[in-house]
């Protein structure tokens, strides 16, 4: 089978991860693999025919034998209410992939590498930090990454155990919303002055992978550039809401 040839997965796991994201593993019969940061096209057909697609960064390191989707539902979202709510191990889903080129990385690609993630925009990124790790790689790679509460932080366990273990792997987050007792860290949305205190130096000729939000992306993206990084070194995979 061809990557965009539609395929038929099994659910081996759906588990929440926060109030309103789960961690959603697909064993796939005709899966080649995936680089990190590619993502995958998910169906849904309804009894009358009536069909309905989303796109789906996967979070899983590229050689795991399943792939992982971190699924954030949407109240308004008739896909992801589907995924989160009703799929359980054993059923089946259709999907296609892995799909795109331009927003990937792998250790070969070098560094340092600034990864700044919004929300559910972590999930492309997490399988770039899972595939630095499986590959004992020491490419110095830094996340920014705003959540909207301490109890929202999207593999919030992970991301901590994994900045503790490597000095190569620094979190730094921003909780805009609300912040727990005692919280030391950012609480605003992401700006040129954070990004400024956060990114490498532009004469370290870093690589950067900006997901999340339009808005966060744009913003955030511009400012990378204001701050004297090369555009062309800047990527960035942004979504919007969902119906």
């Not at 950067?208 to 993206?221: D, F, H, Q, R, W």
Request: hydrophobic letters at 40%.
């Amino acid at each position: 089978m061809g990557r965009l040839d539609w395929q038929i997965g099994v659910i081996t796991r759906n588990a929440p991860i926060t109030s309103r994201t789960h961690a959603i593993d697909i064993e796939l019969p005709a899966w080649s693999g995936h680089r990190a940061g590619q993502h995958v096209d998910v169906r849904l057909t309804a009894d009358d025919g009536y069909r309905a697609e989303r796109s789906y960064s996967i979070a899983s390191a590229p050689h795991a034998t399943t792939i992982e989707l971190a699924v954030e539902r949407l109240d308004d979202g008739e896909v992801s209410m589907y995924l989160t709510d009703v799929l359980v191990p054993g059923d089946q889903l259709e999907l296609r992939g892995p799909i795109g080129g331009y927003f990937t990385w792998e250790p070969a690609d070098g560094g340092p590498v600034l990864l700044v993630a919004g929300g559910s925009g972590v999930a492309p990124l997490m399988s770039m930090i899972r595939e630095r790790f499986a590959q004992d790689s020491d490419v110095p790679m830094r996340l920014l990454y705003s959540s909207r509460s301490w109890d929202e932080v999207i593999y919030r366990d992970e991301l901590t155990e994994l900045a503790s273990r490597d000095a190569g792997f620094e979190l730094v987050q921003t909780l805009p919303r609300r912040q727990p007792p005692g919280w030391s860290g950012f609480a605003r949305r992401i700006d040129r002055e954070m990004l400024a205190s956060v990114a490498y130096p532009p004469d370290a000729s870093p690589l950067a992978y900006v997901c999340g939000p339009t808005a966060l992306v744009e913003s955030a993206a511009g400012h990378l550039v204001e701050l004297g990084y090369d555009p062309l070194r800047v990527k960035t995979e942004r979504f919007g809401p969902t119906g």
